[in-house]
């Protein structure tokens, strides 16, 4: 499978913007897609992650802003983002993959990635 994310851009503080991550060679019902986001200077940071069972997970600093989604007709999954503050800042990589649930979090799991999209968050 291959992935390509797009849709980032510069946002305001409280802002909202969606991101969307469109796979090609395979279907991704059959994989779990994952968001991570690195900011400059920063670790990658698990974002969100649609697994393959349809369920979700959320990280902690994102419950209740950040919505992850899928299409399979479109082969698609996006990452619906409201409330955006400036530490959301970064680029925002997917990821496919079929990791158990305890490593659903780590990067290391996940063997194909698409480019970046950078979201920035400033006034």
């Known amino acids: 499978v291959q992935l390509q994310a797009s849709g980032g851009g510069l946002v305001q503080p409280g802002g909202s913007l969606s991101v969307s991550c469109v796979a090609s060679g395979d279907a991704i019902r059959t994989y779990t897609i994952a968001w991570f986001r690195q900011a400059p200077g920063k670790e990658r940071e698990f974002v969100a992650a649609f697994r393959h069972t349809a369920a979700t997970n959320l990280a902690d600093s994102v419950k209740g802003r950040f919505t992850i989604s899928r299409d399979i007709a479109k082969n698609t999954v996006y990452l619906q983002m409201n409330s955006l503050k400036p530490y959301d800042t970064g680029v925002y990589s997917c990821?496919?993959?079929?990791?158990?649930?305890?490593?659903?979090?780590?990067?290391?799991?996940?063997?194909?990635w698409g480019q970046g999209t950078l979201v920035t968050v400033s006034s």
């Open positions: 990821a496919a993959g079929r990791p158990i649930l305890s490593s659903l979090r780590v990067p290391e799991m996940y063997y194909t």
